[in-house]
């Protein structure tokens, strides 16, 4: 089972000061989380995609994901999330496979359609069109992967006439892909048909509602033929925060609960914590609770932990890490193999899908195809 920090990129002014960090602190306050994870023996980082304030997150992950590799060694970088719906498929294509070949493989990608309305018309595209977009630019994005020469017509874009996505997936193995929702069950449907992950990032809501989404999810997977319902490949998120003492930690985490914006005004904290499975208190309390996951879930392979948020000083945030790394993870492991039954696979890597299926074999570059409209090939426009 893989374990890791996510991040949304926040810049939130710390309730306790009145501080705000600048942008360029945000950014490399990120770096070393990812680095601070690697050290203390995660698995995963994950950033995610904004084009907004009060975010900083990466407008293009990639760039983030290959600058991390330089300066880790093991730990797997991947999105939390891609806007699949926002994005050009032919450009995530690109962008992502020439990721994937600076990190030797080290990468895989979270799609989502975001939970910022204004990003579509920033990009030209109909919120109202959300479910659309990422049904048919997936379906696009999953052939550029997997096919050498592909024609493409669609309702969302242009038509694509004998194109060839460059460069190829690394040993012809595209990046793993997880599916993305909190609330769609489109998506849950979407991920089962092409036998990818789905991550439900267990945030905001109850654990009834996260075990209808992930229990769609398994039975469509096994209806689709890509294995039982319980060997699905499964992710959830979740927020903790600790202290050795658990009055400490919600002492400690209070005012921030109370001011960030994404808490701030609603529930207590203690309701937020009794309905959702926001976890504050001692490493002790996040294991017993992160165990209970399974209950809800079933035996799933990713858990990842948003760590950085709602104002949390830069030195706090480290030393959760640590105590994650030292305190709880450990446990996990050790506790979620024991229940694991055998059939039940670990999470996709590059390493294992190569093993499973071996390199692709190369295709000689076949003949460029007409375009129907010019009557040209593309590598003729200069005898024109």
Known sequence: MQFGIFTIGDVTTDPTTGKTPTENARIKATVELAMKAEEVGLDVFATGEHHNPPFIAPANPPILMAYLAAKTEKILLSTATTLITTNDPVRLAEDYAYAQHLTEGRIDLMMGRGNTGPVYPWFGKDIREGIGLAVENYSLLHALWREEVVNFEGKYRTPLHGFTSTPRPLDGIPP???HGSIRSPEIAEQAAYYGDGFFHNNIFWPASHTRRMVELYRRRYEHYGHGTADQAIVGLGGQVFMRKNSQDAIREFRPYFDN???????????DFTRETPLTVGSPQQVIERVLSFR????DYQRQLFLMDHAGLPQKVVLEQIDMLGEDVVPVLRKE?????????????THASLLAAHGPVEEVAPSEPQVDRWTGTRAEDGNKL
Do not use: N, Q, R
Request: proline letters at 16%; zero cysteines.
């Open 176 to 178: 793993f892909v997880w």
């Open 260 to 270: 960030a914006p994404v808490y701030g005004g609603g529930p207590s904290l203690e």
């Open 295 to 298: 209950e809800y879930a079933g």
């Open 336 to 348: 979620f193999a024991k229940l694991k039954p055998a059939h039940v696979p670990d999470a996709p």
